[in-house]
C-alpha cells in the first residue's frame, strides 16, 4: 500500500526567507505527486502536481518542487516566503487504478515570521 | 464556477443520531470523494464515486457510515447513529480525469461535533 511522510510537523521561517517542505512516498509503482495547502476553515487548494516528464514543476503562488526517484522524495521548495503563505501543506500520491486515490501525508504547518 | 458546495457547514448533533452530509460537486467533475480530517489520524479517504458508481469504500470507517450518490450533482455521506468519535471535519472533493491522474476540488468541509 502506498504512504506519504511529511517528517516536519511545523516550521517556522520569516518572511523572505526559502523554505523547503520535505515529502517522502513509499509507492510500487511510478507515483503521481501532489502538493495540496490549507488555510484555516478551509477546504485544500492544490498547489502542484506530478504525473510524468520534467522532475522540477512548478505551480502556483511561486511554488516549485522537484521529483526525485533515487530518494523516493518530493520536496516543495519557494524561494521567498511571503506571510500570507502560513497555513499547512499536504503531500499526497495518488495510487490505484487512474490513480484516482489519494494518500495525503499528516502535513506540515508552516508559520511565517515577520 | 461555484465550486464543490458541503452543506451543512458545522453540525452539531447528540450521540445516537443521524447525521447527513450533503456535497455539490462541480459540474462535469465525473469522481467524487468524501474525506474525514482529524488532528490524529490526519486525512482519510472514505469513499469515492466514479461515473456515480461507488468504486472503492474500504476506507469507510464501520457499518454507521454510507454514502450515496444518485445522481452526478450530489452526494451525501449519512452516519447512523452518530458516536463522539466521529467528531472531525468531512471534506467533499470533485474530479474530472486529467490525462490519467486526478486534480481535486476541495470544498470547504463540513465540521461534524457529536456530543
Known amino acids: 500500500a502506498q504512504s506519504v511522510t511529511q517528517p516536519d510537523i511545523h516550521i517556522t521561517v520569516s518572511e523572505g526567507a526559502s523554505l523547503e517542505l520535505r515529502c517522502n512516498y513509499s509507492?510500487?509503482?511510478?507515483?503521481?505527486l501532489f502538493w495540496y495547502v490549507q488555510s484555516p476553515g478551509q477546504g485544500l487548494q492544490l498547489l502542484l502536481k506530478y504525473f510524468s516528464g520534467d522532475t522540477l514543476v512548478q505551480g502556483i503562488k511561486g511554488f516549485e518542487a522537484e521529483f526525485k526517484r533515487s530518494q523516493s522524495s518530493f520536496n516543495l521548495r519557494k524561494p521567498s516566503v511571503h506571510w500570507s503563505d502560513a497555513a499547512e501543506y499536504f503531500c499526497?500520491?495518488?495510487?490505484?487504478?487512474?490513480?484516482?486515490?489519494?494518500?495525503f501525508g499528516s502535513g506540515t504547518r508552516l508559520q511565517v515570521q515577520p | 464556477d461555484a465550486g464543490v458546495i458541503q452543506s451543512p457547514r458545522h453540525e452539531v448533533t447528540e450521540m445516537g443520531q443521524e447525521v447527513t452530509l450533503r456535497c455539490k460537486p462541480i459540474?462535469?467533475?465525473?469522481?467524487l470523494f468524501w474525506y474525514r480530517q482529524t488532528m490524529m489520524r490526519g486525512l482519510e479517504l472514505l469513499i469515492y464515486?466514479?461515473?456515480?458508481?461507488?468504486?472503492?469504500d474500504s476506507g469507510m470507517p464501520e457499518d454507521r457510515f454510507s454514502a450515496k450518490m444518485p445522481n452526478a450533482s450530489f452526494s451525501t455521506l449519512k452516519i447512523q447513529p452518530s458516536e463522539p468519535r466521529d467528531s472531525a471535519v468531512y471534506f467533499c472533493a470533485s474530479s474530472r480525469a486529467d490525462r490519467g491522474g486526478e486534480k481535486l476540488f476541495f470544498g470547504s468541509g463540513t465540521q461534524l461535533s457529536v456530543l
Open positions: 509507492y510500487g509503482a511510478t507515483p503521481y
Open positions: 464515486f466514479n461515473n456515480n458508481v461507488p468504486i472503492d
Open positions: 459540474s462535469g467533475h465525473n469522481s
Open positions: 499526497a500520491v495518488g495510487a490505484g487504478t487512474g490513480r484516482r486515490a489519494l494518500t
